[in-house]
């Protein structure tokens, strides 16, 4: 569960609204090697979220379109390396591929991206709060219901919780159980499969 609020200067073209969050959506919820439906309940909790500020001040050449965007989610996902690089490179990419000139974000500082990770039960849905691991389980509770078996290629496994394949060489998420060594896209997921594990009070 994720928002992007994205500002957009006065220079950025007015008919690119839609179409900016429309890509940004996709962007943040495709991946290869991931069930359908995963993804498409990843997609209706993320909400892209297009602003055009009254006043926009900054220095710089004043012509040039500028871009903010504001990325929250859960603190227990954000609090990794990985999901700041892959955030940030897959926003500026999204939003430079809808310049004249795609290589200019990557010149020059004019699509700045912040994260913002909230505490657990600082995010609510179905008139609750709810936890990060409750989030994980919203998304892949319809792929795991399913019984739906994942078949992984050769060098990869399956995600046990959100039926994703998982390069095993470079998988640094991992768990060992009853001698098994299962593999993870994310921490959420190991979480949630760890819970899983644990006896019931």
């Given at each position: 569960?994720m928002?992007?609020?994205l500002?957009?200067?006065?220079?950025?073209?007015?008919?690119?609204?839609?179409?900016?969050a429309?890509?940004?959506?996709?962007t943040?919820t495709?991946?290869?090697?991931?069930?359908?439906?995963?993804?498409?309940?990843?997609?209706?909790?993320t909400?892209?979220?297009?602003?055009?500020?009254a006043?926009?001040?900054?220095?710089g050449?004043?012509?040039?379109p500028?871009?903010?965007?504001?990325?929250?989610?859960?603190?227990?996902?954000?609090?990794?390396?990985?999901?700041?690089?892959?955030?940030?490179?897959a926003?500026?990419?999204?939003?430079?591929?809808?310049?004249?000139?795609?290589?200019?974000?990557?010149?020059?500082?004019?699509?700045?991206?912040?994260?913002?990770?909230l505490?657990?039960?600082?995010?609510?849905?179905?008139?609750?709060?709810?936890?990060?691991?409750?989030?994980?389980?919203?998304?892949?509770?319809e792929f795991?219901?399913?019984?739906?078996?994942?078949?992984?290629?050769?060098?990869?496994?399956?995600?046990p919780?959100?039926?994703?394949?998982?390069?095993?060489a470079?998988a640094?998420?991992r768990?060992t159980?009853?001698?098994v060594?299962?593999?993870?896209?994310?921490?959420?997921?190991?979480?949630?499969?760890?819970?899983?594990?644990?006896?019931?009070d």
């Amino acid at each position: 569960m994720m928002t992007v609020e994205l500002f957009l200067s006065p220079t950025v073209p007015a008919t690119v609204d839609a179409e900016l969050a429309e890509r940004l959506l996709r962007t943040l919820t495709t991946e290869d090697g991931a069930p359908e439906q995963v993804l498409g309940k990843a997609r209706e909790l993320t909400h892209v979220v297009v602003h055009r500020p009254a006043a926009w001040a900054t220095g710089g050449p004043g012509d040039r379109p500028r871009y903010l965007a504001r990325v929250t989610a859960p603190g227990a996902w954000v609090n990794s390396p990985e999901f700041g690089a892959h955030i940030v490179s897959a926003l500026t990419s999204t939003i430079a591929g809808t310049e004249p000139d795609p290589a200019r974000l990557a010149r020059e500082p004019h699509c700045v991206v912040q994260i913002v990770g909230l505490r657990e039960h600082a995010l609510g849905v179905l008139g609750a709060p709810v936890t990060s691991g409750e989030i994980v389980r919203m998304m892949t509770r319809e792929f795991r219901d399913s019984g739906v078996t994942v078949e992984a290629p050769e060098g990869y496994a399956v995600d046990p919780v959100c039926g994703m394949t998982v390069e095993i060489a470079s998988a640094r998420i991992r768990l060992t159980h009853d001698g098994v060594e299962h593999y993870f896209c994310a921490p959420g997921c190991r979480k949630v499969f760890a819970e899983d594990l644990a006896p019931a009070d």
